[in-house]
């Protein structure tokens, strides 16, 4: 594990932009195409802005999500949205975007969310593994991806086969899909920048042991994948 201190919230984004910029053309340059899996929510959208500014080759980069709402796309709280918005614009609109799933069946079940996550596995199969990087979230309860504390789901999104499962978390809106424990560190790289004193404490706390209530700490104790966390 490796720490990057930035003084702002602002100084982050700008180098965490450039410094993905930089290893998904090393990518690029070594394999031919990047793949990138982000996180949604509000923290990335500064990154997502300065990331799509970065001079890449970007018909050759896909991007995927690390996790996404069970919610139709023009949902304010769709991650598929927000990246489409956000990062896929300029020139980084050249990039394939693969979204997860294309509709919401309703009612939203456990049968139903079984079968958006094995149709989000099908398309995601159509990248080659492993994938260079994700960009991972941790809120101040823990969680990473859709990886949330004491959710049903969780124990299979952490030690089940396949690399996407759902959650439902108990103190968050909406069902989740989420890339399993298994696929995040099946990943080249994975990198966490986290802003703000709460959530500082709670990887300090995370940092100290492994701990299923905790799940980022599950990605912080591993020796597989290299991962980068960005702090301001």
């Known amino acids: ?78 991650n598929t949205a927000l990246v489409r918005t956000h990062l896929l614009q300029g020139p980084a609109a050249a990039a394939t975007f693969v979204p997860w799933f294309d509709s919401v069946p309703d009612p939203l079940d456990d049968k139903a969310l079984q079968a958006m996550a094995d149709s989000a596995i099908a398309r995601l199969a159509t990248q080659p593994w492993p994938w260079d990087m994700a960009v991972l979230g941790m809120g101040e309860d823990g969680h990473t991806a859709s ?15 396949g690399p996407v499962a759902w959650t439902r978390p108990l103190d968050a809106p909406h069902a989740r899909l989420t890339l399993t424990l298994p696929a995040l560190l099946a990943t080249r790289e994975l990198v ?20 299923d209530t905790l799940p980022i700490s599950l990605v912080l104790h591993q020796h597989q994948t290299p991962v980068r966390v960005w702090l301001a």
């Open 1 to 78: 594990m490796n720490e990057q201190i930035c003084n702002t919230p602002a100084e982050l984004a700008q180098r965490l932009a450039a410094w993905i910029g930089l290893r998904l053309h090393d990518a690029i340059r070594e394999r031919g195409h990047a793949v990138l899996a982000v996180s949604g929510g509000k923290s990335p959208l500064p990154l997502f802005e300065a990331l799509r500014a970065q001079p890449l080759d970007w018909s050759r980069v896909t991007i995927t999500l690390v996790d996404e709402r069970c919610v139709p796309h023009d949902h304010a709280d769709s």
């Open 147 to 161: 990886l949330f504390p004491g959710a049903p789901g969780l124990s299979h999104a952490l030690h089940g086969n």
């Open 192 to 211: 966490l920048p986290l802003i703000g004193p709460a959530k500082l404490r709670v990887y300090q706390q995370a940092r100290l042991s492994e701990d």
